[in-house]
């Protein structure tokens, strides 16, 4: 099933977010019926989050965790190991690739990895120069004025 969605109403009113498209349309293509490994997301305070996926039956050293801009990938191999024959498998060891979309300025602090849980703590770091600032308002004449009275005198 394929969804589209018309983003011109939300273009008048916006500058700045014409990856939003891109990133909802790539978000919609991707499967859904892979629920591998599974995961959450928690909010832990209002600028931290976790991610934790269950890899039981992965070693640390099958796993890794690539952050680049905006984007938080999570991949899993089982290495070529001795061929075991089971009679029952019911632990998943197939590779998996979980890509994770992040924020501006969310940014990955740690990861861990204890019990089958891999626990990925992440950060959101507004840079000074971003965050709101006041604009002081200057009373009297406006520039421009200001400049046509230069240009009489």
Do not use: C
Not at 90 to 118: C, E, H, T
Not at 130 to 141: F, H, W
């Amino acid at each position: 099933m394929r969804t589209t969605f018309d983003f011109a109403p939300l273009w008048r009113s916006t500058i700045g977010f014409d990856h939003l498209a891109d990133l909802v349309d790539s978000t919609l293509s991707q499967t859904t019926e892979d629920n591998y490994p599974p995961y959450n997301i928690e909010r832990t305070s209002e600028d931290h989050y976790r991610i934790s996926l269950a890899v039981a039956g992965f070693g640390v050293n099958e796993i890794a965790v690539t952050a680049e801009h905006n984007a938080l990938t999570i991949e899993g191999a089982k290495s070529d190991g001795a061929e075991r024959e089971y009679l029952y498998q019911g632990i998943a060891a197939r590779p998996f690739r979980r890509v994770f979309n992040l924020a501006d300025y969310v940014q990955v602090k740690q990861a861990s990895f204890r019990d089958g849980l891999l626990v990925i703590d992440l950060v959101r770091e507004v840079p000074e120069a971003m965050k709101p600032r006041q604009i002081q308002i200057a009373s009297g004449a406006s520039p421009s004025s200001q400049i046509e009275q230069k240009k009489v005198a």
